[in-house]
């Protein structure tokens, strides 16, 4: 059974700067979608950010212009850029990835906190 693991989480004062990396222990065909969800306690996940198979991204505009989401689809890795952090942004980020044949596969999560 494929496992997705994130890493690049911490703590990190507002203002700064984090790279999450996820990538997936063998190899995943025909993906579909990857993307990015955080989730604070006693609230829904919600979508931070998506790309396609083709490439087309999508983000929540919270982030919008902030945060960038890239794979590298050789390395069945997704990764999250995460600029000029807010406070707001302390969250559990998890990444999935959707693919025609596993369907949706999760990491466990990496938490980010940013204090202000």
């Known amino acids: 059974q494929v496992q997705l693991m994130e890493s690049g989480g911490g703590l990190v004062q507002a203002g700064g700067s984090l790279r999450l990396s996820c990538a997936a222990s063998?190899?995943?065909?025909?993906?579909?979608?990857m993307g990015w969800y955080r989730q604070v306690p006693g609230n829904q996940r919600e979508l931070v950010a998506s790309?396609?198979?083709?490439?087309?991204?999508n983000y929540a505009d919270s982030v919008k212009g902030r945060f960038t989401i890239s794979s590298d689809n050789a390395k069945n890795t997704v990764y999250l850029q995460m600029n000029s952090l807010k406070p707001e942004d302390t969250a559990v980020y998890y990444c999935?990835?959707?693919?025609?044949?596993?369907?949706?596969?999760w990491g466990k999560g990496t938490l980010v906190t940013v204090s202000s």
């Open positions: 999935k990835v959707t693919s025609l044949w596993n369907g949706d596969t």
């Open positions: 063998e190899r995943i065909f025909s993906i579909e979608l």
């Open positions: 790309v396609t198979s083709g490439g087309n991204t």
